[in-house]
């Protein structure tokens, strides 16, 4: 997990991930331990050293296709559906109470938790998308 003073490593990133390096959201195109290569750039390898995580916040979420309950919750949650009666649910967005659930009708799972986990970046959420769905979390920056 990447926190505030902590570096992306190589074994946190997959192809297709998002990450902000010098300001701009990039999508990584290719990678390997010492370099990877963005979309906008491919020719150009970087080192590691100059990424940071995007931190999850309402916006992205919606970008990503997060839509909010319909209803208030005291976390302010919102979700996605990850198809099969199974969602994603994140509450208290961008807050030490920020928590991640994974739902399937009764069941609900915690799978990420600021106490423990520390802040939820974006790459951290596509990488779980693809574990559970085995396809990429559709994300729009435009």
């Known amino acids: 997990m990447v926190n505030a003073k902590e570096k992306i490593k190589s074994s946190d990133l997959r192809i297709g991930n998002w990450i ?3 300001g701009v ?3 990584v195109y290719s990678l ?3 370099w990877f290569r963005v979309e906008s750039d491919s020719h150009k390898a970087y080192s590691y050293d100059n990424i940071n995580g995007i931190v999850i916040t309402p916006e992205i979420l919606e970008k990503a296709g997060f839509v909010p309950i319909g209803h208030f919750t005291v976390m302010g949650n ?3 559906n990850l198809g099969r009666n199974r969602y994603l649910s994140i509450g208290c967005i961008g807050t030490p ?3 991640l659930y994974v739902c399937e009708k009764e069941d609900i799972v915690c799978v990420h938790n600021f106490d423990y986990d ?3 970046y974006l790459h951290t959420l596509q ?3 693809h574990i559970l769905t085995g396809t990429e979390l559709p994300i ?3």
């Open 20 to 22: 902000e390096r010098l």
């Open 25 to 27: 959201f990039e999508k």
């Open 32 to 34: 390997s331990q010492e």
């Open 78 to 80: 919102m979700t996605y």
């Open 97 to 99: 109470n920020e928590t």
């Open 118 to 120: 520390g802040k939820l």
């Open 127 to 129: 990488n779980l998308v």
């Open 140 to 142: 729009k920056f435009d």
